[in-house]
């Protein structure tokens, strides 16, 4: 079976950076691809970055790219989510989520595996 932890959320400030963890258990890791999804109260969950298993590709929501960067660690069985230059509306819980497959997908509903969850808060 395959398990996701999700960490590094936090509180911070208009223009601060987080860099979140997802660490993965279970088998063939790195036949995994990954996704960050975040979810604002009140929200549907949408998508944010997502990699491919071997890091050689990946994509991002129009409102995060230029300031997050998706990355993984398949030594470490770890997927990051590097955040910089936080605003008010990035506030969300963040999901880091898996699936086996040859390609990368932005629906919710196509990853198999999902961690907890960790909550990000930006103020202004």
């Known amino acids: 079976q395959v398990q996701l932890v999700d960490s590094g959320g936090g509180s911070v400030q208009a223009g601060d950076s987080l860099r979140l963890s997802c660490r993965i258990s279970g088998r063939s890791f790195s036949a995994l691809n990954a996704a960050w999804f975040r979810q604002a109260s009140g929200k549907e969950r949408v998508f944010v970055a997502g990699?491919?298993?071997?890091?050689?590709?990946?994509y991002y929501a129009d409102s995060v790219k230029g300031r997050f960067t998706i990355s993984r660690d398949n030594a470490k069985n770890t997927v990051y989510l590097q955040m910089n230059s936080l605003k008010p509306e990035d506030t969300a819980v963040y999901y880091c989520a898996a699936r086996y497959s040859d390609r990368l997908s932005r629906y919710p509903y196509e990853y198999a595996y999902w961690g907890q969850g960790t909550k990000v808060t930006v103020s202004s």
């Open positions: 990699i491919t298993w071997n890091a050689d590709s990946s």
